[in-house]
């Protein structure tokens, strides 16, 4: 089992900045990538930025170049740097672990999710 919880969220005008973190505990040795994703009212969750354990990194297109997603393996947290917020950014923010374990020789994939922290952002 894998716990997560996030900080950070909160209100922020257009163009301003904030940073999102994610703590993880429990059997972390189990946890391969770390990302976060978003989800608006009415919308679906989308994935926002993912890091591997070795730091390889995805982004959504909307956010290339404004988000910096990090990875602090000896802390087992994710950070989200967001730069240059936009009103549409505005959505509750899930951390989430992809964990693989070993059973019975077979690889089983499990994802973990934090409680959520909302994103406001005021034009």
């Known amino acids: 089992q894998v716990q997560l919880v996030e900080s950070g969220g909160g209100l922020v005008q257009a163009g301003g900045s904030l940073r999102l973190s994610c703590v993880a505990s429990g059997s972390t040795v189990s946890i391969n990538a770390m990302g976060w994703y978003r989800q608006a009212p009415g919308k679906q969750r989308d994935l926002v930025a993912a890091i591997t354990r070795g730091g390889s990194t995805t982004y959504a297109d909307s956010v290339k170049g404004r988000f910096t997603i990090s990875r602090d393996n000896a802390k087992n947290t994710v950070y989200l740097t967001m730069n240059t917020l936009k009103p549409e950014d505005t959505a509750v923010y899930y951390c989430?672990?992809?964990?693989?374990?070993?059973?019975?020789?077979?690889?089983?994939?499990?994802?973990?999710w934090g409680q959520g922290t909302q994103v406001t952002v005021s034009s």
């Open positions: 989430n672990a992809d964990s693989r374990t070993v059973v019975n020789g077979f690889v089983v994939r499990r994802d973990y």
